[in-house]
């Protein structure tokens, strides 16, 4: 099966009503920030992309990508292969009013004043946030084993009075 490449811009409203499923690809060249934040990435994300009206007569659109990137692992600073698998689900919005009224379901997406949305970027930005915060492989493949991860010893803590210590004196006191 030959993959498309989908376009960068779409008119959700008009996707909607035609109930457009779209299934393709987004080229990575594109997507400068997150080549920017990892250390490899696929030339290509795989999108599925569903665009429909809901019962309240929202539109909306979700779908999945995915994509294999390569980041650098924070113990021991080598490369290793991680995959993103990002599902989502968007309402777009005109303004930022109209982003209160919108069910829990829905993430708002602004549409610019054509009424389309920008595809990339919005994909770029949801790849970039399924990315971990710290990466670093798995303890029993990384190359740093449990010893080489502790860093010095940690002293006990002192021990502290207790400072209500004085109200329970006092207490003893009056009886």
Not at 124 to 136: C, G, H, M, S
Not at 138 to 144: G, L, P
Request: contains cysteine.
């Amino acid at each position: 099966m030959q993959k498309v490449k989908l376009p960068k811009q779409l008119d959700p409203i008009k996707n909607a009503i035609k109930r457009s499923y779209f299934r393709g690809v987004m080229m990575t060249s594109d997507m400068e920030r997150l080549q920017q934040v990892v250390a490899a990435v696929d030339d290509e994300v795989n999108v599925e992309l569903r665009f429909d009206k809901d019962a309240q007569g929202l539109v909306f659109f979700e779908g999945n990508l995915s994509t294999t990137v390569s980041l650098i692992c924070q113990r021991c600073n080598e490369s290793f292969v991680h995959s993103l698998d990002v599902s989502f689900s968007f309402c777009p919005v005109k303004a930022e009013e109209d982003i209160d009224e919108l069910p829990e379901a829905y993430e708002p997406v602004e549409v610019n004043d054509h009424g389309e949305i920008d595809l990339l970027q919005l994909f770029e930005d949801e790849l970039i946030l399924a990315l971990p915060i710290v990466a670093f492989h798995a303890e029993e493949d990384c190359k740093r084993n449990s010893d080489e991860m502790s860093f010095g010893e940690i002293e006990p803590a002192v021990e502290r009075p207790n400072p209500f210590a004085v109200l329970k004196e006092l207490k003893r006191e009056q009886e």
